[in-house]
């Protein structure tokens, strides 16, 4: 987890039994799962939402490439078209 082991975890429950007491530290235990599980979901949320973002911005950036090499191969195409109607003539 954060690098504690179960000698290290087992001491700090032991401790904060000692200091909050049996009564409160259930409802203790209770509040910090409740704070960790919205904690992640903010983290997950947050994660997606700039995924979302980046996924948005790579799409417009393709899109705009592709309509500027669309408009490219337009004018190249009317130049060669007006160029052959000139030979014609």
């Given at each position: 987890?954060?690098?504690?082991?179960?000698?290290?975890?087992?001491?700090?429950?032991v401790i904060?039994?000692?200091?909050?007491?049996?009564?409160?530290?259930?409802?203790?235990?209770r509040s910090?799962?409740?704070?960790?599980?919205?904690?992640?979901?903010?983290?997950?949320?947050?994660?997606?939402?700039?995924?979302?973002?980046?996924?948005?911005?790579?799409e417009k950036?393709?899109?705009?490439?592709?309509?500027?090499?669309?408009?490219?191969?337009?004018?190249?195409?009317?130049?060669?078209?007006?160029?052959?109607?000139?030979?014609?003539?």
């Amino acid at each position: 987890m954060f690098g504690i082991g179960m000698p290290e975890l087992i001491i700090i429950l032991v401790i904060a039994l000692l200091v909050i007491g049996p009564q409160k530290l259930p409802d203790l235990a209770r509040s910090l799962g409740k704070g960790l599980a919205e904690f992640r979901r903010a983290t997950d949320d947050f994660k997606r939402n700039i995924e979302d973002n980046a996924r948005e911005h790579e799409e417009k950036e393709r899109l705009a490439k592709q309509e500027k090499e669309n408009a490219e191969h337009n004018v190249k195409e009317k130049s060669t078209a007006e160029s052959k109607e000139k030979e014609s003539v």
